[in-house]
């Protein structure tokens, strides 16, 4: 069967020997193994730690979290109760259906709704649908947000985020095409400094120090690369990308990071985090990301 579901997780296993692995807590991607369009075994192109929890008492440490309804510590007023990158990436999902099945690929799809939890943080009118699909050498990602509200309820604002842990050597992996962006720098030491853009001129970016840059209105297509491999990202309907990576700086005051984990990935982030979607009632919205082996 090419759609398996264990207790806390749903496995994708597509004909051709990819597979990919889905948890139900936070619907975050935590395995995506595929083989490279050279014909090779398929390896794991994700990154989690070794360190990471996986038993649903905080977010995991690597995979594809999502991130929603907020970016960061929250900074919109109906998000000020929320924590770090908002809910959905720490409450459990439901299984929906099987979207998809076939020699193509694998689709399922999972759903979030208000429950207890998330209305004392969150008491909004909301529905979410995450959708994951699985190519041979592809991998996407679909989040659909509905404001559920009556005609009258006012519009829903929110971010929204593919927090990519992409498996890779820090040292040697670049980002492109960025060349010529405005972008903020999270790492510098003032507040003032970190809302000053900057324009990023290298034609890589690199990722060889503690680097957390916020690029806006970005191309939607993005290039990481290193010798042995190549992963292309694609994005629809998030016009920003985050690139981050620790480094031993900021990695070795992370918790839940193994020892020299942050020498393992890069993260290349699409999302809209600049600025915030503003969703009418009974309205949906969906970004998308396409993650497609090159190399």
């Known amino acids: 069967m090419p759609v398996i579901q264990e207790a806390d997780r749903v496995i994708l296993q597509h004909p051709k020997g990819s597979s990919a692995e889905i948890l139900f807590y936070g619907a975050t991607v935590v395995s995506w193994k ?13 990154f989690v730690s070794g360190k ?38 720490s409450n459990a999902w439901t299984f929906n259906s099987i979207v998809m099945d076939n020699d193509a690929g694998v689709s399922v799809k999972l759903s979030l709704g208000p429950n207890p939890t998330i209305q004392q943080q969150y008491d909004y009118p909301f529905h979410l649908d995450f959708v994951v699909t699985l190519a041979e050498h592809q991998l996407s990602t679909d989040l659909h947000v509905k404001n559920t509200g009556l005609s009258t309820s006012p519009p829903i604002e929110f971010q929204a985020l593919f927090h990519n842990y992409i498996r890779a050597p820090a040292s040697e992996v670049r980002v492109s095409p960025l060349t010529g962006l405005s972008y903020y720098d999270k790492t510098e030491a003032t507040e003032e400094a970190r809302a000053k853009p900057k324009v990023e001129s290298r034609q890589g970016v690199d990722v060889t120090k503690f680097t957390d840059s916020v690029y806006e209105n970005a191309p939607g297509r993005y290039d990481v690369v290193w010798p042995s491999g190549a992963i292309e990202v694609r994005a629809t309907n998030l016009k920003d990308v985050v690139v981050w990576n620790p480094q031993q700086e900021a990695g070795a005051k992370i918790g839940d990071m ?25 309205e949906t919205w969906v970004g998308q990301q396409v993650l497609t082996v090159k190399v």
């Open 34 to 46: 595929a083989p490279s369009p050279s014909g090779t075994e398929p390896v794991e192109r994700l």
């Open 52 to 89: 990471a929890v996986l038993d649903g008492s905080k977010p995991v440490r690597g995979g594809i979290p999502v991130v929603f309804p907020c970016f960061g510590a929250p900074t919109h007023p109906t998000h000020a109760k929320l924590p770090q990158h908002g809910f959905a990436r």
């Open 258 to 282: 193994e020892t020299g984990g942050w020498e393992k990935y890069v993260c290349v982030e699409p999302g809209h985090v600049r600025g915030f979607i503003k969703l009418p009632a009974g």
